[in-house]
């Protein structure tokens, strides 16, 4: 099977931008879960040797993007029931706590709201999974809480793949998707911090159990 088209990175030799190039293609959907990626197929597309497509995928491996392993290869990584229930786990915690210390803080919502707008525009499924995210980083940038940022950063990539497996097939996400997250960024301007926990935990929920409903 052979891959889709992946854009060429600007300079050759660079191994982050390769893992770039690759990640976006992943987080796309161009890469789709399981596909197999070869490191040969690789390197011509991206216009860098394999030596840096290798490090670059050691790079996605590390964010928990692809699988690697010995004689087998590496390919886009599937997310298993248990990668699902711990993904969940984790990040409705961080959730919870990123939407209480920012509505403490009563935090300035603009950006989340500017994020809410280009949601209104989105043109795909994919491009909304990306505001989806952009909008929960500003969440936890306005929490201006440093430790649980870099927790929410290790796992941002695989939240990304749980989200676009999570929209496959489903219109509901798109027609909620503008509306609930304007609900959560208003609950943070207003400060009040027993509904913003249980607005992170609502707005997970039901992400959760439409994608156990398909494994």
Do not use: N
């Not at 860098?48 to 491996?61: A, D, K, M, N």
């Not at 997310?79 to 984790?90: G, K, Q, R």
Request: aromatic letters at 4%; proline letters at 3%; zero cysteines.
């Amino acid at each position: 099977m052979s891959l889709p088209p992946v854009r060429p990175v600007s300079r050759k030799g660079v191994a982050g931008e390769a893992a770039d190039r690759i990640r976006d293609a992943i987080l796309s959907g161009e890469l789709a879960a399981g596909v197999a990626l070869k490191e040969v197929e690789l390197a011509a597309q991206l216009g860098v040797s394999r030596g840096s497509v290798r490090e670059g995928l050691v790079v996605l491996e590390g964010e928990g993007l692809v699988v690697s392993q010995w004689h087998r290869g590496t390919w886009v990584r599937p997310l298993d029931p248990e990668d699902i229930d711990e993904l969940y786990s984790l990040r409705a915690a961080l959730d919870v706590l990123a939407m209480k210390t920012a509505a403490a803080k009563k935090a300035p919502v603009d950006a989340l709201e500017a994020v809410v707008e280009e949601m209104r525009h989105a043109r795909t499924d994919a491009e909304r999974v990306a505001l989806d995210m952009k909008f929960h980083d500003a969440v936890y940038a306005a929490s201006g809480h440093r430790r649980l940022m870099e927790a929410w950063q290790a796992i941002r990539s695989q939240v990304h793949l749980f989200l676009l497996a999570r929209i496959v097939g489903d219109t509901t996400y798109r027609d909620q998707v503008v509306a609930e997250h304007l609900h959560l960024a208003a609950i943070i301007g207003a400060g009040d911090v027993e509904q913003a926990a249980h607005a992170a935990e609502e707005h997970l929920r039901g992400s959760y159990a439409k994608l156990v409903e398909r494994k």
